[in-house]
């Protein structure tokens, strides 16, 4: 039997100790994120979440998580963020996205879930350009990484479509 060919994937994930590390704007774009979580509709987790994206001509749409009695109805706000910036901005290129939590006990990074990272990702192959994701918590660390691929590798997508 052949051996197969053995990929490595590897991702290059920055760590930031304290938003102060960060660029102006990242900070900029992680404070409108902290600042929408404070309206998400959470009250079965009690987890509010926002986002932030900033878009090519300088506009920044943010989006939180609304939650639903029928669970699997409500939204992350990473989707909600992106989805309405994709409606009301649909030619305008996605530069970069923040998401953060108001949760005290969330010290690590939120990290967009896998629904969400697929949902990003679609809009990196339709502008043929990576979305920065800038991930925060509330001790103040923070990861970003330089494209939504990089944190879904083999995303799905259909080669008849590119
Ligand atoms: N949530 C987000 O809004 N974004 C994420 O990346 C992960 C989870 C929301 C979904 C749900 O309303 C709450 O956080 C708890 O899972």
Same mark, same amino acid.
């Given at each position: 039997?052949? $051996?197969?060919?053995? &990929?490595? /994937?590897? /991702?290059?994930?920055?760590?930031? #100790?304290?938003?102060?590390?960060?660029?102006?704007?990242?900070?900029?774009?992680?404070?409108? #994120?902290?600042?929408?979580? $404070?309206?998400?509709?959470?009250?079965?987790?009690?987890? $509010?979440?926002?986002?932030?994206?900033?878009?090519?001509?300088?506009?920044?749409?943010?989006?939180?998580?609304?939650?639903?009695?029928?669970?699997?109805?409500?939204?992350?706000?990473?989707?909600? #963020?992106?989805?309405?910036?994709?409606?009301?901005?649909?030619?305008?290129?996605? $530069?970069?996205?923040?998401? /953060?939590?108001?949760?005290? &006990?969330?010290? !690590?990074?939120?990290?967009?879930?896998?629904?969400?990272?697929?949902?990003?990702?679609?809009? !990196?192959?339709?502008?043929?350009?990576?979305?920065?994701?800038?991930?925060? %918590?509330?001790?103040? &660390?923070?990861?970003?990484?330089? %494209?939504? !691929?990089?944190?879904?590798?083999?995303?799905?997508?259909?080669?008849?479509?590119?």
């Amino acid at each position: 039997m052949a $051996k197969p060919e053995i &990929k490595n /994937i590897n /991702i290059d994930l920055e760590v930031y #100790a304290s938003e102060k590390d960060l660029d102006a704007n990242d900070q900029l774009l992680l404070n409108k #994120a902290r600042t929408v979580a $404070k309206n998400a509709y959470a009250p079965y987790s009690n987890f $509010k979440v926002g986002a932030a994206l900033l878009l090519d001509n300088g506009t920044i749409v943010s989006g939180n998580n609304q939650e639903n009695a029928a669970y699997p109805s409500g939204l992350c706000a990473e989707r909600t #963020a992106v989805f309405y910036a994709s409606a009301q901005y649909p030619s305008n290129k996605i $530069k970069a996205i923040a998401v /953060i939590t108001d949760n005290a &006990k969330q010290l !690590e990074p939120v990290t967009p879930c896998g629904s969400c990272r697929q949902a990003l990702a679609e809009y !990196e192959i339709k502008f043929k350009e990576p979305i920065r994701v800038i991930m925060g %918590s509330t001790s103040g &660390k923070v990861f970003v990484v330089k %494209s939504v !691929e990089s944190l879904l590798p083999l995303m799905f997508n259909q080669d008849h479509l590119k």
